[in-house]
Every structure is written in structure tokens, then in C-alpha cells.
């Protein structure tokens, strides 16, 4: 809404509101003379590919400026309300932007923007927003002193390219057996969180995780779970090892607890076939109804009894779309064969539970023999917690996934909790990737920006002055984190820039202690990749903003 009305009162003419309104309902002849008209203004009308454009980028830096006070250690969080009710307080950029109801095309691709960098390297999502909103800014200044839009895009573009080769350029090695400074990256992830004061906890949590799925160059985060309960405090989340389940046994087999256990995950069903189509039988005699019954027996029994001759004595059983998956004849077999069930084990969790286990999901009766079977110490139901959970799993190929256990107080805790875990992952996975590290607290930017602008006096021309204005814009990081951390931006920025002119590399913003300090002495690192990346995509999508020049809708 504010968004709309903000973009409104700068709409400079008709024409323009037409184009982005043109879902709105009118009646026919006006609007087959509308379009006529503003068909024959847009070939005439020499304004409009600016008016556009600017309308563009007014909407896109609303987008930015409103997720701007949410940047950095002391950021504030947003609340977010759906249509529906639901309640979300996050601090992450790519959440809060992903829950506002943005409808400008162009603040759209913002909103896109945020979700490329959390594809791309998973935390950075609010920066890669604030750099996008201020080299929008600093292109519209520059389109206002005459430059052409093409021109500007080209030398931002090879700009992005020497910020780059600069940050390679000041990248601290990393090795990955160094946890500690494993540790310091993932707490500068979590600091900016609502979880900050547990980051000493979360943070280890996270690094070994990661650790532990990598392989070799490669982690998937598919192989971390993260299952949030509510009750208890953050201060209890914890690592589990072996595999959580989210279900209870769905038969009483006379125990509480399975030692020894032969684990069987099946993906068919344990209930009578039915045929593909629909069909009914009919049964009019008694004799044959009788038979039906027998044989519903017999050939459940006969499952049952194969699998009991295998050994199996805990039965994973994967949800079925088609019919059921178990019944309640089926259920009690089991029982009597004292083999434990956990029904509905979700598709999509079947690859996590195999690779857990280190087997492989059973698709047929003739395939369920003692060797596919998996062994563990002990499947347990957790009082009181509603999870089972199968703990002491051997196997060559088993544990190869991590689950974490996340408590807190309360629903909307838990789901930040989450996220800022996810972040912390993020971070490493980066590292794995590329094991490179650069200080935070606003010092890369300002480095960058002052290597650019010593790099803009060696050109001439226009280009020097795209350079100095990308150089200018990449203030805007330490600036506003300064401003979140109530200090007052311009003296510290230009503080910052003194000592990185005096060759200071590594200074940025303490908010700790409020002042303007060396960041790896504070321990503020974050890995190279989050910074290359939200510079590199904050520059493209200006880029194809500024290239913009008209909007047609085609929803009438
Ligand atoms: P994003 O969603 O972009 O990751 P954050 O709110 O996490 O946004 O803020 C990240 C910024 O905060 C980075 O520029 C990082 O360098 C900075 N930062 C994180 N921790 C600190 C700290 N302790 N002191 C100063 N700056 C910090
Ligand atoms: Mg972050």
C-alpha cells in the first residue's frame, strides 16, 4: 500500500499510470481508446522511457529503503503479518521481503534479487538490497546530468568487475581444519540475529554440521535437519545423533523401546490391492464374502511372516497417496510379530532417512530380505516429546546426515531460530566452497570504494564518473550500519575512510564499543563469497533496471 501511494505521488503522467494499472478493471471503449492513445504517445512522446525508468527506480529503492533499518548486528527486526493472520518476526532480508505483498514489477525484481543471493551464498540477503537501492540512487543522479542509460550500465558493470578483482585481491585464506575461525564466520553471521546471545552455542553447532556432511568440495544442506519443538529454551538445542523421526509408533508391540533393532523401509503397502480403476464387486453370497475375509488375511499374514523371517523388528513405512498404506488388520499382524511401525514417513524424507540409516528404501515383498535391512543400537519413543528417535546406527554407509534439535519458547522464536541457523550453514558452506574469509563491520566497502575512486582518476571521460559515483554508493553499508548502531554515520564514515586511506584495511565499525576499530581483531569475519556475490548481482539487476525503458502489461 505505502509502497503503491509513495510510487504514486511521483507517477509524472497518465500514460505511465495506465501501464501499470492496466489490470484494473475499466469499460471497454475507453480503454480501447486509451490504448490507441498512449500507443501513438509512446512512439511520440520522448519522455516516457525516462519516466519509466525513473518510476522504476523509485519503486525498486522503496523496496530497499524499507529493509535498510534491518541491516547489521544492531538492525531491528520486522514484524510481518499475512493476509491470513500469520505473524513472522524476522531479520533476514530474503524472508521480509519474500512476505511483503510487492506489486511494482520492478520492486519486484528486488525481491528476486534478495532470493538470488540467498541461492547464490545464503546470508548477505539485506546487504545485496541496501547496495542495490544506493546504485540506484546514484544512477538516477547521473541519468539527471545528461549520461545515457547504456553508458552508465556498461561502466557499472566493468566497475562491479574491478570490485571483484579488489576483494580477491584482499581475501584471508582459510583452512577448513581451523574450526575456530570456522566458529568466528558463523557467529558473525548469527550476531545480527535475534538469537545473538546464543551464538557461542549455535555457532559450533552449525560449523560441525557442516563439517560433517561435506564432501569434499560439496555440501548439501538436504543432509541437515533442523526440527524445531516448542518447550524449553534455545540454550537446549542440541545435535542428536543417529535419526529423529517426527512420528510415534503407530502400533503398540508390547514394548516402549526396540534394542537391537532391524530397521525396514518400505515403500509399498502393507493392505489389500486394489485394482487401477474404480470398480465395485458385488457379493451376494455369504460363503464368498467369507473367502474375501480369508484371503485379506492370508495375504497380509504372508507380508508379515517374510518379514519376520528376515528379521526385521522396526518397520519404516513410507506415506501412500493411493490407498492406504497400512490397515488395521496389517497393524495388529505386526504387533503380534512384535515388529514396531512408524507410518507416513514423507516422501520428500525418504532420501534423508536412507542416507541416516545407510540403506535403501524397500520397493517390493521380493526385495525384503535380511540384507536390506539396516541395524541400530536402539529406536526409542522420547517420552513426552512426541519423536522417535533411532540412536547407535552402524553401517558403512549410515550417518551421513546431521539432525538438530532446535527448543524455544515459542512458535515465532523457533522459526527465526531456524533461520538464522540456516544463515550460519550458509556461511560455511560458502567456505567450503571457497575457503576465503574478508573482515566485516563495513570495511570492504569502504576499501572498495576507495580503491575505485583512485582507480576513477586513471580514466577519463564518463566512465570516471560512473566509477566515482559506484565508489560513493558502496558507502552506503557502513553508513547505514553505523546508523543503526546509533552513531552518527558521516563522522564515522568519514573516519573510516581516513584510516583506510592510511592503509588500515581491515577497520571497520565496532558496535560494540561504538567506535571505529579493526575488524578482525573484533573477530567480525564473513566469507568472501557473500560480499563478491551481493556486489556482482546488486550491479546486474541495476543494470537491467536501468536498461528498462517501458512497461507493457498484458493483463487486461
Ligand atoms: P544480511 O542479511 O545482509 O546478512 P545482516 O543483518 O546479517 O544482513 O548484517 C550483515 C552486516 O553486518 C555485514 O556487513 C557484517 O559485516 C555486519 N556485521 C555483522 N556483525 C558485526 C559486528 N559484530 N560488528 C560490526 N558489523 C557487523
Ligand atoms: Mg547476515
Redesign the pocket.
Known sequence: QTLLQSYHSFTPSDSLDQSIHANTPRDKTSDTMTATQSNEKSFKDKEKPSQIRSSNMIAAKAVSDSIRT????K?MDKMIQSANGDVTIT????TILKQMQVTHPAAKMLVELSKAQDIEAG??????V?IAGSLLDASQKLLLKGLHPTRISDAFQSAAKACADILESMAIPVDMKDTEALTRVAS??L???VVTQHSPLLAPIAVNAVLKVRDQNYVDLRDIKIIKKLGGTLDDTATIDGLVLPQRFANDFGAKKVEKARIGLIQFCVSPPKTDMDNQVIVSDYTQMDRILREERAYILNIVKQMKKAGCNVLLIQKSILRDALNDLALHFLAKAKIAVIRDVEREDIEFVCKSLGCRPIASLDHFTADALSSAELVEEIPGAKFVKISGITGPAANKTVNILIRGSNKLILEEAERSLH?ALCVIRCLVLKPALIA???SP?IELSLRLSELSRSLVGLDAVCYRAFAEALEV?PFT?AENAGLNPISTVTELRQKHANGEKNT?????LGMVTN?LD?N?V?PLQ?TLS?ITLASETVRSILKIDDIISTVR
Open positions: 534491518s541491516l547489521g548486528p538492525g531479520n533476514d532480508g530474503a546470508d548477505g540477503t539485506t546487504t545485496v541496501v558473525t553471521s550476531n545480527s540475529k544463515d566485516g563491520g563495513g566497502e553499508v550500519l571497520g565499525i565496532n558496535v560494540r575488524m573484533e567480525v564473513q557473500v551481493a
